[in-house]
């Protein structure tokens, strides 16, 4: 098993949904950046459990503690390791899983890979609390790109069949992205956001799920970041992103859209101020030949509908190999999407960070 990311900034994750706790170490951080506790408390918060009726009831803290790494507020440039604690496991609620798969999870898949001795209550490794790393390393990440104005911006661009407006990121603000932050399902129409509720607490009322599509920009980032042909922009940003529970696609710029377009209407015009070159459109979403070129790289993922339903599914027992019913017990999401709005972005950070340090920039 690799539970490591990173080609300079190194996250190593440990733990599982229901062990005394998770955390992670961060290697090659350069020493002297900001740790500002708040800012990571509030980071945490946005993917917090129990955060409202559509999270998930189970209710953890997260309140992190750093280990090592860190002197008055500050790297020191050894690696930095913390741990957040479990605190409110109800691990009898997965006992049938221990033989019985639920559809589209990785128990069967983790019983095959681990030859049984996986650890299934909650998901064990697999489960999404294991995103609250990532959140930690990304917070941290946060801090220091800000110190060069570059920020991450996120929203929930689709759940089910509701779309939120488009949103005009020439107009896209720090401040604007902080407030963004804030809202519990961060749209650019509030209207769409309440129809977007709406339709998970209907559907988390009849024991099912909705899955949807996150949109993301990182703003600012430096030109000319990328390393073709292996190590582009978008791959590893995409090693990142497909780590991340319940993502089933990603795409950059228009995306599939873009398939539609003839080539005239696709390209991006440039033009300069004298100065700075830009494009006109951004329809290849900030990256071309896997090298930044100064545009807001925005990049969308598809969240599949939690597996973790309550209605009855057709299973198997992989032990002794019948067919068999299963009803999912316990607390899940109904909504992946409203919480992994802040691992998605953590993760956009985290990796512009990883590219920076490995440039020399910090």
């Given at each position: 098993?690799?539970?490591?990311?990173?080609?300079?900034?190194?996250?190593?994750?440990?733990?599982?949904?229901?062990?005394?706790?998770?955390?992670?170490?961060?290697?090659?951080?350069?020493?002297?950046?900001?740790?500002?506790?708040?800012?990571?408390?509030?980071?945490?918060?946005?993917?917090?459990?129990?955060?409202?009726?559509?999270?998930?009831?189970?209710?953890?803290?997260?309140?992190?503690?750093?280990?090592?790494?860190?002197?008055?507020?500050?790297?020191?440039?050894?690696?930095?390791?913390?741990?957040?604690?479990?605190?409110?496991?109800?691990?009898?609620?997965?006992?049938?899983?221990?033989?019985?798969?639920?559809?589209?999870?990785?128990?069967?898949?983790?019983?095959?890979?681990?030859?049984?001795?996986?650890?299934?209550?909650?998901?064990?490794?697999?489960?999404?609390?294991?995103?609250?790393?990532?959140?930690?390393?990304?917070?941290?990440?946060?801090?220091?790109?800000?110190?060069?104005?570059?920020?991450?911006?996120?929203?929930?661009?689709?759940?089910?069949?509701?779309?939120?407006?488009?949103w005009d990121l020439s107009c896209m603000t720090y401040d604007k992205a902080q407030e963004m932050k804030k809202l519990i399902?961060?749209?650019?129409?509030?209207?769409?956001?309440?129809?977007?509720?709406?339709?998970?607490?209907?559907?988390?009322?009849?024991?099912?799920?909705?899955?949807?599509?996150?949109?993301?920009?990182?703003?600012?980032?430096?030109?000319?970041?990328?390393?073709?042909?292996?190590?582009?922009?978008e791959a590893r940003l995409a090693s990142l992103i497909f780590s991340i529970p319940a993502t089933?696609?990603?795409?950059?710029?228009?995306?599939?859209?873009?398939?539609?377009?003839?080539?005239?209407?696709?390209?991006?015009?440039?033009?300069?101020?004298?100065?700075?070159?830009?494009?006109?459109?951004?329809?290849?979403?900030?990256?071309?030949?896997?090298?930044?070129?100064?545009?807001?790289?925005?990049?969308?993922?598809?969240?599949?509908?939690?597996?973790?339903?309550?209605?009855?599914?057709?299973?198997?027992?992989?032990?002794?190999?019948?067919?068999?019913?299963?009803?999912?017990?316990?607390?899940?999401?109904?909504?992946?999407?409203?919480?992994?709005?802040?691992?998605?972005?953590?993760?956009?950070?985290?990796?512009?960070?990883?590219?920076?340090?490995?440039?020399?920039?910090?």
């Open positions: 098993m690799s539970s490591i990311w990173g080609n300079t900034i190194k996250l190593s994750v440990f733990g599982e949904s229901h062990s005394r706790g998770i955390g992670g170490v961060i290697d090659n951080l350069p020493p002297g950046i900001e740790i500002d506790m708040d800012e990571i408390t509030f980071e945490l918060k946005r993917r917090q459990t129990g955060s409202s009726a559509l999270a998930t009831a189970r209710k953890e803290p997260d309140i992190p503690e750093i280990l090592s790494g860190v002197v008055n507020g500050k790297t020191t440039g050894t690696p930095l390791a913390f741990v957040i604690y479990n605190s409110d496991q109800h691990s009898k609620d997965y006992d049938n899983l221990k033989t019985t798969a639920r559809p589209s999870h990785a128990d069967y898949t983790g019983f095959l890979r681990y030859k049984g001795f996986n650890d299934h209550r909650g998901g064990g490794h697999f489960s999404g609390r294991l995103t609250a790393p990532i959140v930690f390393a990304g917070a941290i990440a946060k801090s220091a790109l800000k110190q060069k104005g570059i920020y991450t911006v996120s929203r929930i661009k689709s759940i089910m069949d509701v779309t939120d407006s488009d399902i961060p749209t650019a129409d509030s209207l769409a956001a309440k129809r977007m509720e709406e339709v998970v607490l209907n559907l988390k009322s009849e024991g099912d799920s909705a899955g949807g599509v996150i949109e993301c920009a990182i703003m600012n980032m430096e030109k000319g970041i990328g390393n073709p042909i292996f190590d582009a922009f089933k696609g990603l795409e950059f710029g228009r995306g599939f859209d873009v398939t539609h377009l003839k080539g005239s209407e696709a390209n991006d015009p440039l033009y300069t101020d004298g100065e700075n070159i830009y494009t006109k459109t951004n329809n290849d979403g900030g990256i071309n030949g896997g090298i930044t070129n100064g545009m807001p790289i925005v990049f969308r993922t598809a969240i599949k509908p939690t597996a973790s339903i309550s209605l009855e599914q057709d299973s198997v027992n992989f032990v002794d190999k019948t067919n068999s019913k299963l009803t999912v017990v316990g607390r899940h999401d109904a909504c992946i999407c409203v919480r992994a709005v802040s691992v998605i972005d953590a993760a956009a950070a985290l990796c512009a960070f990883d590219y920076l340090v490995e440039e020399k920039m910090f």
